[in-house]
């Protein structure tokens, strides 16, 4: 059984800090890893993916991969509360099924 | 705008109706999924198309009826739907390329409550 565990939430960050969302993963056979970010009564849309240990950057999006630990985390700089939003880590295993975790809600408060 | 238009976004259906979803995707891509948002539970992957080949979930329930008339294109055929099946039925496509799957890019969604 694929497992993928993330924190429900809500994670409360005031404005302007940085918000740290975490994710493990049971399954070793996980080659790539994507977050997702799913506002309120809409639809998942990709924010980041990453496929080799180490950390990547893009804009105020950092997300980190540790495939010895199956841990992977995405960091917010510089919180907006635009980023308001349900975070969904997705792996993938195999060439095309991504599981996705239940997300980690993220309220940034003014 | 993600280029996947799902119909209709909202459907109220009683457990002896019969009702479809559309989902219609505009990026050129080759690979067209079902899956199911409830509440407090994550994504469930319900059926996958690509290159006309199918594979499925096999804990789908056969009240729930797929049809991919072409790579654009995407049905859910509903019947017999019990109350416990409302939710948010989602439509992603993606690219799949040699041996892997780009990232998939998904419909608005079609909020589905059984009475």
């Known amino acids: 059984q694929k497992e993928v565990e993330q924190n429900s939430g809500p994670l409360s960050v005031p404005e302007g800090a940085i918000a740290s969302l975490n994710c493990t993963y049971s399954d070793r056979g996980s080659q790539s890893f994507f977050w997702y970010r799913q506002y309120s009564g809409k639809s998942p849309e990709l924010i980041m993916f990453?496929?080799?240990?180490g950390d990547k950057e893009d804009g105020r999006f950092t997300a980190q991969l540790n495939k010895a630990s199956q841990y992977v985390s995405l960091l917010i700089r510089d919180s907006q509360p635009s980023d308001s939003a349900t975070y969904l880590c997705a792996p993938r295993a195999g060439s095309y099924q991504l599981t996705f975790g239940k997300g980690t809600k993220l309220s940034v408060i003014p | 705008e993600t280029g996947v238009t799902q119909t209709p976004r909202h459907l109220v259906m009683g457990m002896t109706n019969k009702k479809s979803l559309k989902c219609e995707q505009h990026l050129g891509h080759n690979a067209m999924y079902w899956y199911k948002q409830s509440a407090k539970k994550p994504l469930e992957l319900m059926f996958v198309y690509s290159l006309e080949e199918r594979v499925e979930n096999n804990s789908v329930p056969s009240r729930f009826s797929p049809e991919c008339p072409n790579s654009s294109h995407l049905f859910l055929h509903l019947h017999t739907l019990q109350p416990e099946d409302s939710a948010l039925y989602l439509c992603?496509?993606?690219?799949?390329?040699?041996?892997?799957?780009?990232?998939?890019?998904f419909g608005e969604g079609s909020r589905l409550t059984v009475l």
């Open positions: 992603a496509s993606s690219q799949r390329e040699t041996s892997a799957y780009r990232e998939l890019f």
């Open positions: 990453i496929y080799s240990n």
